[in-house]
């Protein structure tokens, strides 16, 4: 089992950065992949980034592209993503994932943290 915990949610005024942190725990060895997915209320789950273990790989959301990045740090299991240029249709709650295979589709995940909540103000 995996464990995963995020923070550094908040809310945040339109243009301005946040950077979320998601820790793990458990048998993260097996984990290759680690990624962030968002849901909006009344909207479904939307993949947002990701990224291989080694780092060598990662994908974005064309919303995001080119203002989130995403980043790991294995020594410390953590994963981050740094956003900027925060827009208020960034608004979500924000989710940790594990997985073993890259993928920007949510049922590849197997693991899943509670979530934080960002809020960006116009």
Request: glycine share 10%; net charge positive; aromatic share 12%.
């Amino acid at each position: 089992q995996v464990q995963l915990v995020e923070s550094g949610g908040g809310l945040v005024q339109a243009g301005g950065s946040l950077r979320l942190s998601c820790a793990a725990s458990g048998r993260t060895f097996s984990i290759n992949v680690m990624g962030w997915f968002r849901q909006a209320p009344g909207k479904e789950r939307e993949f947002v980034a990701t990224i291989s273990r080694s780092a060598g790989s990662t994908y974005y959301a064309d919303s995001v592209k080119g203002r989130f990045t995403i980043s790991r740090d294995n020594d410390k299991n953590t994963v981050y993503l740094q956003m900027n240029s925060l827009k208020p249709e960034d608004t979500a709650f924000y989710y940790c994932a594990a997985g073993y295979v890259l993928s920007v589709r949510a049922p590849a995940y197997s693991y899943w943290g509670q979530g934080t909540q960002v809020t960006v103000s116009s």
